[in-house]
């Protein structure tokens, strides 16, 4: 009974990560790039060059929208930090009247009229128009093109699969800490399989977190059923979650607007120090004028007093201090775990790292179902078109996205500033690449496919560094001796990437030259269990 048990959760593992795995795939690494989203949409913003200071940008940013957009129903502020060092700026027109007033999405971009990047005299910065590091937090939770809402679904059946995977695979391996330090080199499947468990092992406690939290982050979008049964309407369930205060309908009566730094001061001081992150100014000139200020998260998992509400005329706090709800607190706390936001630089490297075993893990376990069926192919009852489609789909999205990744960064240095929908551009770039490998991976023979779309990853990685050293004044040799820390940092993750994809390009090409396994084959483990390879 106890085998038998064991060898049901082996089918479910196997074919749950199977099904899944591509998009868990693609969810991993995207969200390993999005630990680093403010600092990606700096290096693709070179124009940036030095850092402003905190209350020089603020005022900077008041002096633009008082003249760009007085009559607006909200401005939002970011506040200059070491991660992204200027302010950038939106704002939001005011309803037609009669017409409900409408709430800003922070993760929604605004047109291009309605935002900009300003210096700390209100100038705009003629910075590149680039979606940065929010490509890929938006791909790490939504799948970037497809509708918001069908991407969410997917995600979250392919985390829901995720949790089936680990869970079971514990089960099967159950002595994992023990094959954690086993692997078997130059054995076809077994040492595959001692990769993906020592890959797993290696950051259980954080692929466990992080794909608890990420269910759980999306749960209410999709089974809402216990909102639905405790509040008439969904607006107050999540006023209630995020603390989000009714917006005042405008008065019409002119009043001139606090100095937004003196509200600032005032914040930061009820915080004991901490800093803000974001400030957004509703109603600016009207009587009703308030100004929200949102806390940063640096090193705050989760506390109270997250946002704090002043009136805009007199700088008033006018939300009373207190303890946040149970349900808030939580919230913030599962936010706060998954998007990493609290990590200082040492542990969000070390997420980083947790992130990329977690993207081995997938891409090993893809490849090792491949390949403890490849012999296979020699019995002729045996359908070869399922094989083919899941090691196209294999070459394609583990080697050929993070080409398509390289890619991105390329059209980023590459393309005319002047062109229209530039961010627009630089992604349809990365997907255009990203579709050409699919179509190689198709079309050639699979370990052809294999050391093609590998060395092409290799080689746009390996030279990204001398494409921007020549397209921007920062990331050249004087530069970086300077001491650009985000540059440097930069360059070094670029060049491991490719290093690690033209060694198993190398890897690949010289499986080319080996000959194909037989039906007497003692090394394969085809028609075996995985548990076989575990005992």
């Known amino acids: 009974m106890r085998q038998s048990f064991r060898l049901s959760m082996q089918w479910l593992h196997t074919w749950t990560g199977l099904v899944a795995g591509w998009i868990i795939f693609l969810i991993f690494f995207n969200g390993t790039a999005a630990y680093f989203r403010q600092e990606i949409t700096t290096w693709m913003k070179p124009e940036i060059t030095a850092a402003i200071d905190p209350a020089k940008s603020v005022a900077g940013a008041v002096v633009f929208l008082k003249a760009k957009a007085p009559d607006a129903a909200t401005w939002t502020i970011t506040v200059p930090d070491d991660r992204y060092p200027v302010s950038d700026v939106t704002w939001q027109p005011r309803p037609k009247p009669g017409a409900p007033p409408t709430e800003e999405d922070d993760d929604e971009r605004p047109p291009a009229d309605r935002r900009a990047t300003v210096d700390a005299t ?3 910065l003629a910075a590149r128009d680039t979606e940065g590091g929010d490509y890929f937090f ?4 939504a799948l970037h093109y497809l509708p918001q809402f069908l991407g969410m679904v997917l995600v979250w059946f392919a985390g829901l699969g995720l949790m089936v995977a680990l ?12 094959e954690f330090f086993t692997f078997r080199p130059r054995q076809g499947a077994r040492s595959w399989l001692d990769a993906h468990t020592t890959f797993a092992v290696l950051a259980l406690p954080f692929h466990l977190m992080i794909t608890y939290s990420g269910v759980a982050i999306l749960m209410f979008f999709l089974m809402p059923w216990a909102m639905f049964a405790n509040y008439s309407r969904p607006q107050t369930y999540f006023e209630m979650i995020l603390q989000r205060a009714h917006t005042p309908p405008v008065s019409g009566h002119v009043a001139p607007l606090v100095s937004v730094n003196t509200v600032l001061s005032a914040a930061e001081a009820t915080w004991n120090g901490g800093r803000a992150e974001r400030i957004r100014v509703t109603n600016p000139g009207d009587a009703t004028a308030t100004i929200k200020i949102d806390r940063h998260v640096a090193g705050l998992v989760a506390g109270r007093d997250a946002s704090l509400t002043f009136n805009g005329v007199t700088g008033v706090l006018i939300r009373p201090i207190s303890e ?6 939580a919230s913030s706390a599962i936010f706060s775990l998954h998007l990493a936001h609290f990590a200082r630089p040492a542990l969000r490297w070390l997420m980083f790292l947790c992130g990329a075993t977690g993207t081995a893990m997938v891409a090993s376990g893809l490849i090792l179902w491949t390949e403890k069926r490849r012999r296979k192919l020699l019995d002729p009852r045996y359908s070869r078109c ?5 090691e196209t789909l294999n070459v394609a999205v583990i080697a050929g ?13 590459l393309l005319p500033l002047s062109i229209a929908s530039r961010a627009n551009a630089e992604i349809l ?22 050391v093609g779309v590998l060395g092409a990853t290799a080689l746009l990685f390996l030279l990204l560094p001398f494409v921007n050293a020549v397209t921007s004044a920062r990331g050249t040799l004087t530069n970086l001796m300077q001491g650009d ?16 994809f033209a060694t198993a390009a190398l890897f690949a090409r010289r499986r080319m030259h080996l000959p194909p396994p037989t039906l007497a084959d003692p090394d394969s483990t085809i028609g075996q269990p995985i548990l076989e390879g575990a005992e």
């Open 138 to 141: 938006q791909f790490h939770y």
């Open 485 to 500: 820390p985000l540059y440097i940092g930069f360059n070094l993750v670029s060049l491991t990437l490719g290093f690690m």
């Open 401 to 413: 996205y993070p080409a398509a990744t390289a890619a991105l960064f390329w059209a980023n240095r």
């Open 429 to 450: 770039c990365a997907f255009s690449f990203w579709g050409l490998s699919l179509v190689w991976s198709a079309v050639r023979p699979m370990r052809q496919a294999w």
């Open 386 to 390: 399922g094989f083919r489609l899941v």
């Open 167 to 178: 869970t079971t695979g514990v089960i099967i391996h159950r002595r994992f800490f023990a």
């Open 122 to 124: 209100g100038r705009p």
């Open 324 to 329: 946040p709800s149970a349900a808030s607190t």
